[in-house]
């Protein structure tokens, strides 16, 4: 009796890819920023005491002002977010750069509080 062995079979296993932090909070960033650019069209339209939708129109302005801000954070949670994913200096560097935002924060609110805007 004569056995014929078989050939091996390649398997191929498959894994899920794993998300990693990096990916998550660059996901995360994406739809945060995206959803700031389109509150400048959906922000302005309210409802009037005859439940009518109206729209107050943004002066080009206030635009180019809000769309700074939002591009300058932008660059600061991305510039963060890839840098904390580097080894430990990217973490130094991300810890130093949120202290910079805290203070820097604090510091606006005791501006603000003392010097306030007229309306």
Not at 34 to 58: A, C, D, H, Q, Y
Not at 85 to 98: D, E, H, N
Request: hydrophobic share 50%; proline share 3%; glycine share 4%.
């Amino acid at each position: 009796m004569e056995l014929k062995p078989h050939s091996s079979h390649s398997i191929n296993i498959v894994t899920k890819k794993k998300f990693r932090i990096k990916s998550v909070l660059n996901l995360y960033g994406i739809f945060i920023f995206l959803g700031l650019i389109v509150s400048i069209f959906t922000v302005p339209l309210t409802i009037n005491e005859e439940l009518e939708l109206t729209r107050n129109k943004m002066e080009i302005t206030k635009i180019k002002k809000y769309l700074s801000f939002i591009f300058s954070s932008g660059i600061i949670y991305f510039f963060s977010v890839n840098v904390y994913g580097l080894r430990k200096i990217g973490r130094k560097l991300f810890l130093i750069t949120m202290v910079l935002v805290l203070s820097f924060s604090i510091f606006m609110i005791f501006y603000l509080l003392s010097h306030p805007t007229k309306h």
